[in-house]
């Protein structure tokens, strides 16, 4: 597709395309460009353990999902990436009333992305966690 990828046609794209669990976090795109993505969830409920901490099972997806993004804004297009590493370290528990993940690109070459990520909550601005993944390009 060679659609240029504005904030909106991407929200539309994770929207229409991801899978429905994804979608029940309610992620909002508030940057997708150059590289980067910034992703935000909403906390509640939904997404908490014991102790109104966020499970880390949410926030892998958020990583995972928020680093799609960035490839896709490396190359501003969509692209048919596949998560081939996604590791992530936890640092803190991760309260609040916002997830955010920041994601960016650190190298792509003709077939890898590898990217970083990092997890904050709002309002706090703690980071609570780390990610890092490679995705293979499979077109």
Same mark, same amino acid.
């Given at each position: 597709?060679?659609? &240029?990828?504005?904030?909106?046609? =991407? $929200? $539309?794209?994770?929207? #229409? ?19 980067? +993505? $910034?992703? @935000?969830?909403?906390? =509640?409920?939904?997404?908490? &353990? ?6 880390? $099972? +949410?926030?892998?997806?958020?990583? @995972? ?7 896709? =804004? ?12 996604? @590791? ?5 528990? +991760?309260?609040? @009333?916002?997830?955010?993940? #920041?994601?960016?690109? #650190? ?8 990217? =970083? ?11 609570? +966690? ?8 499979? #077109?």
């Amino acid at each position: 597709m060679t659609t &240029r990828l504005t904030l909106a046609f =991407s $929200q $539309q794209f994770l929207e #229409e395309n991801f899978a429905p669990w994804i979608i029940d976090l309610k992620p909002q795109l508030m940057i997708c460009e150059n590289g980067t +993505a $910034q992703m @935000d969830i909403p906390i =509640s409920p939904h997404i908490q &353990r014991v102790g109104g901490i966020v499970c880390g $099972q +949410a926030m892998g997806a958020l990583a @995972d999902t928020c680093m799609v993004f960035a490839c896709f =804004s490396h190359k501003d297009k969509l692209l048919p990436v596949a998560t081939t590493t996604l @590791d992530t370290q936890f640092l803190r528990p +991760a309260t609040g @009333d916002i997830l955010r993940c #920041e994601a960016k690109v #650190e190298r792509a070459g003709k077939a890898i992305f590898f990217l =970083s990520a990092v997890l904050i909550t709002k309002p706090n601005d703690k980071i609570v +966690a780390k990610s890092t993944a490679t995705f293979y390009l499979t #077109e």
